[in-house]
């Protein structure tokens, strides 16, 4: 069987939970977002949630030991292929991942890198919009509801994620290019990373992907 398993790459807002949703769903395989996975765990007020939220809020990284739990977890559920979302974000996490990965004999096809500019990743973020009770995801400038500020899939008000405030989103930039971005050459070297341009339509780098994914 082709192998079908991915890693998303990217600063915060680089369109990663865009692109896994579309490729996901139009392709079959599992998208596994760690980010959702926490706000999901803080919305429940469950242990891992309670453990998390305060990390989340400061724009700093949850645990290295939680997250390669989390994730240890996350595979078991998967059949034909997997598309991780903000997963592994320092070496120690894709260290971690070598080994389960190697112990469950699923290898990474690519690792797809998104690269948007940071001037365009505050603009970004600072216009995102979720809807809390159905998940969409909107942005005020580049792709906004039809009606002010209210899902369209589900008709409720949208909300500002807790870290997309300036401060929040400076301190995620600076963690992505400190603990995350190293991963860049740990990929380079192992002849997975595939860098896409991020910016401009998503249809377009859909596109990009895909001929990636099924190359
Ligand atoms: P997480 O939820 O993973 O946040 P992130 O990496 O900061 O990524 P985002 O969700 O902000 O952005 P994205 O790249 O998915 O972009 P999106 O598609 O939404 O993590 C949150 C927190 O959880 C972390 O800070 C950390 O505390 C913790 N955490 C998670 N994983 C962890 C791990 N492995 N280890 C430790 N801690 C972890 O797009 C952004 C916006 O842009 C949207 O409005 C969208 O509509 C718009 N957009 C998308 N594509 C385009 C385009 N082409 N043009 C214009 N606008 C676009």
């Known amino acids: 069987m082709a192998v079908l398993n991915f890693i998303f790459l990217g600063p915060p807002g680089a369109g990663k939970g865009t692109q896994a949703e579309i490729i996901a769903k139009k392709h079959g395989l599992v998208k596994i977002s760690t980010g959702d996975i926490l706000r999901e765990a803080v919305k429940n ?103 002010d500020e209210i899902c369209d899939v589900c008709g409720t008000k949208l909300v500002q994620r807790k870290d997309d405030n300036p401060e929040t989103i400076k301190r995620r930039l600076a963690v992505y290019h400190e603990q995350t971005a190293p991963l860049i050459d740990y990929y380079k070297e192992k002849g997975l990373l595939v860098r896409i341009d991020g910016t401009g339509e998503p249809e377009k780098i859909t596109r990009a992907i895909e001929e990636v994914i099924f190359k």
């Open 45 to 147: 007020g469950t242990e891992l949630g309670k453990l998390a939220d305060g990390y989340m809020k400061a724009g700093e990284l949850v645990p290295d030991e939680i997250m390669l739990g989390l994730i240890e977890e996350q595979l078991e559920k998967i059949d034909k292929g997997f598309i991780l979302d903000g997963f592994p974000r320092t070496v120690k996490q894709a260290e971690g991942l070598d080994e389960l990965l190697k112990k469950k004999n699923m290898p990474l096809k690519a690792v797809i890198l998104l690269d948007v500019p940071d001037e365009e990743i505050v603009k970004r973020l600072s216009a995102r919009r979720v809807c809390p009770n159905c998940g969409a995801v909107y942005n005020m400038i580049y792709n906004p509801p039809k009606n």
